[in-house]
């Protein structure tokens, strides 16, 4: 009963800054890659950020420089701080991990998601 749980969306001015929080739950073995997805109204859901248990990154071309993944491996939580928001950051923002039950089953797991609101 593994479940990964967003908070920290909201509405905020061009230029502003917010920061994305989630926590795994449940009977964890252990989490492996864990990233955060975005998806816009008419499109695909994209990778904005992913990080390895280790720490090593990897951005989106489109928000290097401006937003920065990170994790708490004790606390199974991960986290995105989103700066310099443009409009077209305007999204619904998912957690995702690749995680190991405590059954020892391996699966891919994705939060509820929360909106994300940069206006101009």
């Known amino acids: 009963q593994v479940q990964l749980v967003e908070s920290g969306g909201g509405l905020v001015q061009a230029g502003g800054s917010l920061r994305l929080s989630c926590a795994a739950s449940?009977?964890?073995?252990?989490?492996?890659?864990m990233g955060w997805y975005r998806q816009a109204p008419g499109r695909q859901r994209e990778l904005v950020a992913s990080?390895?248990?280790?720490?090593?990154?990897n951005y989106a071309d489109s928000v290097k420089g401006r937003f920065t993944i990170s994790r708490d491996n004790a606390k199974n939580t991960v986290s995105l701080e989103m700066n310099s928001l443009k409009p077209e950051d305007t999204a619904v923002y998912y957690c995702?991990?690749?995680?190991?039950?405590?059954?020892?089953?391996?699966?891919?797991?994705w939060g509820q998601g929360t909106q994300v609101t940069v206006s101009s």
């Open positions: 449940g009977s964890i073995f252990s989490i492996d890659v």
């Open positions: 990080i390895t248990r280790g720490g090593s990154t």
């Open positions: 995702n991990g690749d995680i190991v039950s405590s059954r020892r089953y391996r699966s891919n797991y």
